[in-house]
């Protein structure tokens, strides 16, 4: 199949030949009447009512007990990063393949990022590169699991559900509790999908999730904590939101506490989008099945999710044959104006990472010569 006919095909599957981009929001709920009611009740700011309610709204969608709104998913990481004892020196094990803000967050705690690789279905986290690197490298004391080389503790394994597809949750699950390393999912891009029947980010024991422009569902910018223990809950509403201690008029702050509250007028716009969540699922679905049937029996595959998942097909992806394939492929279609990306390149590659650890990587190269992503908007 030639690239012409596949642009063709999407630009008939979104019935236009302008400009396609890769993941536009849509705003045709109720996001006009909320922003404009918090508008009217002056509570933009820190405070409001669609805090709370967005709050109690992801607590429902992610199945967890707690939910807590903040800036954006890179600040939500930071925290969940510092809420399970990531400090100074310690190392955190994740993956090489994700977006950027994975890596910094473990950067901003002082850590180092342990790069291991990724598996070639679910593009996440390896459960079996993960045990072979404890195995080779892995010391359980009292206070902890210990790097043999580098004498640091691992204080965290930071998994992320790349564009939606869920990693083997109970298997880095097992493994987090065997070696006794607290786990965080990275859940920024997989808002709506589940693995076996649970939620992503409802497994570790915190879950962070973002509504970036670009994400299933956006606050302009936002992100959510999210964990099944009410304590480690309250605690990162409270560090999130400068440590204050309640008073009527005292300014009390008990801890080093962070700005990173999401505005009540972005909580209003996320309110909005979440009441449209399943709808845009829905129509996602929609879509995927239209690729996967273009696609089938091609020699450029559609990625589908795995058995035992339900994938939210935030962002699609192709898999192309190689690198030569892949960077012909971005430069036709992007110059007919079908957007399409690359997957991003490999952590270790960028200035900031390139001296962190880091295992074979064979599985995370074979695919970042490969994937892109191709145009994935909800067509209502
Ligand atoms: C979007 C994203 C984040 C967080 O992004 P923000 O823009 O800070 O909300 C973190 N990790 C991954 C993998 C992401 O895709």
Same mark, same amino acid.
């Given at each position: 199949?030639?690239?012409?006919?596949?642009?063709?095909?999407?630009?008939?599957?979104?019935?236009?030949?302008?400009?396609?981009?890769?993941?536009?929001?849509?705003?045709?709920?109720?996001?006009?009447?909320?922003?404009?009611?918090?508008?009217?009740?002056?509570?933009?700011?820190?405070?409001?009512?669609?805090?709370?309610?967005?709050?109690?709204?992801?607590?429902?969608?992610?199945?967890?007990?707690?939910?807590?709104?903040?800036?954006?998913?890179?600040?939500?990481?930071?925290?969940?990063?510092?809420?399970?004892?990531?400090?100074?020196?310690?190392?955190?094990?994740?993956?090489?393949?994700?977006?950027?803000?994975?890596?910094?967050?473990?950067?901003?705690?002082?850590?180092?990022?342990?790069?291991?690789?990724?598996?070639?279905?679910?593009?996440?986290?390896?459960?079996?590169?993960?045990?072979?690197?404890?195995?080779?490298?892995?010391?359980?004391?009292?206070?902890?699991?210990?790097?043999?080389?580098?004498?640091?503790?691992?204080?965290?394994?930071?998994?992320?559900?790349?564009?939606?597809?869920?990693?083997?949750?109970?298997?880095?699950?097992?493994?987090?509790?065997?070696?006794?390393?607290?786990?965080?999912?990275?859940?920024?891009?997989?808002?709506?999908?589940?693995?076996?029947?649970?939620?992503?980010?409802?497994?570790?024991?915190?879950?962070?999730?973002?509504?970036?422009?670009?994400?299933?569902?956006?606050?302009?910018?936002?992100?959510?904590?999210?964990?099944?223990?009410?304590?480690?809950?309250?605690?990162?509403?409270?560090?999130?939101?400068?440590?204050?201690?309640?008073?009527?008029?005292?300014?009390?702050?008990?801890?080093?506490?962070?700005?990173?509250?999401?505005?009540?007028?972005?909580?209003?716009?996320?309110?909005?989008?979440?009441?449209? @969540?399943?709808?845009?699922?829905?129509?996602?679905?929609? &879509?995927? +099945? $239209?690729? #996967? *049937?273009?696609?089938?029996?091609?020699? /450029?595959?559609?990625?589908?999710?795995?058995?035992?998942?339900?994938?939210?097909?935030?962002?699609?992806?192709?898999? @192309?044959?190689?690198?030569?394939?892949?960077?012909?492929? &971005?430069? +036709? $279609?992007? #110059? *007919?104006?079908?957007?399409?990306?690359? /997957?991003?390149?490999?952590?270790?590659?960028?200035?900031?990472?390139?001296?962190?650890?880091?295992?074979?990587?064979?599985?995370?190269?074979?695919?970042?010569?490969?994937?892109?992503?191709?145009?994935?908007?909800?067509?209502?």
């Amino acid at each position: 199949m030639s690239f012409k006919t596949i642009i063709s095909f999407i630009q008939n599957t979104f019935e236009t030949n302008k400009g396609i981009p890769l993941h536009a929001p849509v705003f045709k709920g109720n996001e006009r009447d909320y922003v404009l009611q918090t508008i009217d009740s002056t509570f933009v700011s820190s405070v409001g009512a669609f805090v709370d309610k967005a709050e109690l709204l992801m607590a429902e969608i992610s199945q967890t007990n707690k939910a807590v709104a903040v800036v954006n998913g890179t600040s939500g990481l930071h925290m969940a990063l510092k809420l399970v004892g990531v400090n100074t020196g310690d190392e955190v094990i994740t993956q090489a393949l994700t977006f950027v803000a994975t890596a910094n967050a473990i950067k901003y705690c002082e850590a180092e990022p342990v790069f291991i690789d990724v598996d070639l279905d679910t593009m996440g986290l390896s459960p079996t590169a993960v045990l072979r690197f404890l195995e080779s490298y892995g010391d359980r004391r009292e206070t902890g699991t210990y790097n043999k080389k580098t004498g640091k503790r691992i204080a965290a394994i930071l998994p992320m559900h790349t564009f939606g597809f869920p990693v083997r949750l109970d298997e880095l699950m097992k493994i987090a509790k065997d070696w006794n390393i607290p786990l965080v999912e990275d859940a920024a891009e997989s808002l709506g999908s589940y693995y076996k029947n649970k939620h992503t980010g409802s497994f570790g024991s915190i879950g962070v999730f973002s509504f970036n422009g670009n994400k299933i569902v956006t606050s302009g910018g936002g992100g959510m904590i999210v964990t099944q223990d009410l304590k480690l809950g309250e605690r990162a509403k409270h560090l999130t939101t400068t440590a204050k201690v309640p008073h009527n008029y005292e300014y009390v702050h008990d801890h080093v506490g962070y700005n990173y509250r999401m505005p009540n007028l972005n909580a209003a716009l996320l309110c909005a989008q979440l009441e449209q @969540l399943d709808l845009f699922l829905k129509d996602k679905r929609d &879509l995927a +099945e $239209t690729y #996967a *049937s273009f696609f089938e029996n091609e020699r /450029i595959s559609f990625r589908r999710e795995m058995e035992d998942t339900k994938a939210n097909y935030w962002l699609m992806c192709l898999e @192309l044959e190689n690198l030569e394939e892949r960077n012909a492929f &971005l430069e +036709e $279609t992007n #110059a *007919s104006g079908v957007m399409t990306r690359p /997957i991003w390149q490999l952590m270790f590659r960028l200035p900031m990472f390139e001296n962190c650890y880091r295992d074979d990587q064979t599985n995370a190269v074979f695919l970042e010569e490969r994937i892109v992503n191709i145009p994935s908007n909800v067509r209502i």
